[in-house]
């Protein structure tokens, strides 16, 4: 039973996840918002929509290390798995702005993290700070992030062509919620069930199978970006998640209850996801591309993680 609440759950997360990113966008383009607002915005929340609510139904029901190892295993996965794999399927190109605006900022955010962690938990205005780094970090990327008009106005122009009828976009919008809330209950207890079942830790739990579940919205979008050659969505959508995962799940969480953090996240877990996000900087910068063998660096690094915390 509890293999089927985890596969129902993962399921019910990525229906929500994605059903929730189509209403949200079709409101948005029927009050003219624009795309860039609505990739940073809508779209970049939406695929960590189902971190966020793991996250927040784990620290209420007293899971904090799977609430904790959620985010971080998550973020390991983004760049090491993802987008390792992602890369192995089609070598991808990296825009400066990830390199010089994004990345950074990734990297204070996971640091900040850590100085948060050592106390042993992060509390509600060590949640605050979190929480308001996320406003920011968006208001000044959409605030300052170049588009030209003419070509803001096409995009604008191709998705009205395609959007949904505004009650069938708050259909969609209730209907998101709806999977990501029963998503996030079915995925949490079944992986509760199965590391009580078998005597596994539920920080293995959270850093492993709960991780890799709410990162396939993530792996999805990087995939088929992939594919269409739309190489810095690829990049740079994982690298914003991560940004938001720490930000924006991690602050929402401890602002609503103070989240523990265990001995194993602050002495291992958390290096190897400031690790893996140090290693994806000199991949970047060698020819501005990550190809298919820096994607196998990646994925075998990812590969490495999972060896060292399951020895």
Request: hydrophobic share 55%; net charge negative; aromatic share 10%.
């Amino acid at each position: 039973m509890e293999y089927l609440l985890l596969i129902v759950g993962l399921i019910a997360l990525i229906f929500g996840g994605d059903t929730l990113v189509k209403g949200a966008v079709g409101i948005a383009l029927k009050f003219n918002v624009s795309t860039l607002v609505i990739g940073m915005t809508v779209v970049a929340f939406g695929t960590s929509a189902p971190e966020l609510l793991v996250s927040l139904k784990a620290a209420i029901d007293n899971h904090p290390e799977i609430a904790i190892g959620n985010v971080v295993g998550s973020n390991i996965a983004n760049i090491a798995l993802v987008l390792g794999i992602t890369t192995m399927i089609m070598p991808v190109k990296v825009q400066i702005s990830t390199v010089r605006i994004d990345w950074p900022i990734m990297m204070v955010a996971s640091i900040l993290f850590y100085v948060f962690s050592v106390s042993g938990s992060i509390n509600w205005w060590e949640g605050a700070i979190l929480s308001l780094g996320i406003i920011l970090f968006t208001f000044f990327t959409v605030k300052y992030s170049p588009k030209s008009p003419e070509s803001e106005q096409d995009d604008l122009e191709e998705l009205e062509k395609t959007a949904y009828p505004l009650w069938k976009s708050i259909l969609f919008i209730i209907l998101g919620i709806v999977g990501l809330t029963f998503g996030a209950n079915w995925l949490l207890d079944g992986a509760v069930q199965i590391a009580t079942k078998f005597g596994v830790s539920e920080h293995i739990i959270g850093v492993t199978i709960v991780a890799f579940g709410t990162s396939i919205p993530e792996l999805v979008t990087s995939v088929i970006a992939a594919v269409k050659k739309e190489s810095d969505i690829s990049v740079g959508n994982l690298v914003g998640s991560n940004i938001f995962n720490i930000l924006c799940v991690l602050g929402f969480t401890a602002l609503i209850k103070e989240t523990p953090v265990s001995t194993q996240v602050i002495n291992i877990d958390v290096f190897w996801m400031i690790g893996v996000s140090l290693l994806l900087l000199p991949l970047m910068l060698y020819k501005y591309n990550i190809n298919r063998i820096k994607g196998v660096i990646l994925t075998a690094s990812y590969l490495v993680y999972i060896y060292f915390i399951l020895k």
